[in-house]
């Protein structure tokens, strides 16, 4: 019995076609980028985490200052030498159903030879961009 394949269709809509999302309000992906810079540059020791108070909310400060110690002591510890976080990649993607004011930011850095991962999520509060949760590995 000879089987007879199916023929594809031609035309991408049969299958649905793939739906682009829109691009993330420029507000925000400038916000992620200066403030995703700020929050190493505190964990570094290299700005005051006073800068980081209108940028963070309120329960991430205390979660920033322990990252920017166990840096600190991890550096002095195991090799004397200081290295400094630099941010390589930032992107951004509107949380679904939100009218455009969550954004999900996900991006790399890197600290000495180690590429390192983050994330966050960020807020419009009162016209005003904020990080709410933060995730580095």
Known sequence: MLH??????????????????ADPPRTAVTFADAALRRVLEVIDRRRPVAQLRPLLAPALIDTVIELSRSSHSRNDRTTGVRTVARLHRVRLRIVDGTDGTEAEVFGTFTNGPRVRALAARIELYRDRWRIVALQIG
């Open 4 to 21: 007879r394949r199916a023929s594809r269709p031609s035309s991408p809509a049969r299958y649905g076609a793939a739906v682009r999302e």
